[in-house]
Structures are given as C-alpha cells and as structure tokens.
C-alpha cells in the first residue's frame, strides 16, 4: 500500500529554518502531482504549495511565497519542503499528501482537495 512518511518538523524560533520530507513508497513520485498542506488548532487545512514532479512546476499559497520552496528527487522517492524566514503563523502540522493519478493538465498543482494518499503529519512549532 501506498505510505508517505514525513520528518524534519520541530520547533524553531521566528526567522529560522526547517526543511521537511516526504518519504514515499509503493507509489513513484516521478510523475505524480503532490502536495504540502498544513492545518493550525482551529484552522482549515491549507494547501500550502503542490508540485508536478514529471514537470516541475510549483505553486504555492501567498502567504508563503518567496519563503517556501517545495521540491522532490526523484532518485529517492522524496518530496521536500523548504521553509525559510518562518513566522509563528506558520505553526501548524504539515502533511504530504499525493494525487491518484498524474494529470498532465493544470489539475495536478491546482487541486486544492481530492488528494487520495495522506502522511500522518510533523509538527511545525515557530516561536516568536
């Protein structure tokens, strides 16, 4: 069955950085459309930036551009996410999270719902 696995969350003071990983397996992340999404105490999940790994185009949610960089390597099945300059609103847990199928048309980074295949979650801490 299809697992992602994320690591590299903590806690961390304000402008600092952490970068997150999303081991994959059972499931290729050469062509594949995935995600980083996260969800603050008594917040919506928020999609947080997506990638077309067979492409490589990004987006990602304003907040968060120009900070965040997600990225994958193929070789290892893994999906990154670079946070910089992080503020406490990012505090949040963040998941990885994988579309069924590759779609080569804008659906694979701008699906904001109907990804299949979830991690548990790392929590991210930002202290001020």
């Known amino acids: 069955q299809v697992q992602l696995v994320e690591s590299g969350g903590g806690s961390v003071q304000a402008g600092g950085s952490l970068r997150l990983s999303c081991a994959v397996s059972q499931y290729t992340t050469s062509r594949a459309c995935m995600a980083w999404f996260r969800q603050a105490p008594g917040k919506e999940r928020e999609r947080v930036a997506a990638?077309?790994?067979?492409?490589?185009?990004?987006v990602y949610v304003d907040s968060v551009k120009g900070r965040f960089t997600i990225s994958r390597d193929n070789a290892k099945n893994t999906i990154y996410l670079q946070m910089n300059s992080l503020k406490s609103e990012d505090t949040a847990m963040y998941y990885c999270?994988?579309?069924?199928?590759?779609?080569?048309?804008?659906?694979?980074?701008?699906?904001?719902?109907?990804?299949?295949?979830w991690g548990q979650g790392t929590q991210v801490t930002v202290s001020s």
């Open positions: 990638i077309d790994t067979y492409v490589g185009r990004t």
């Open positions: 999270a994988a579309q069924e199928f590759y779609y080569r048309d804008s659906r694979c980074v701008g699906a904001k719902s109907g990804y299949r295949y």
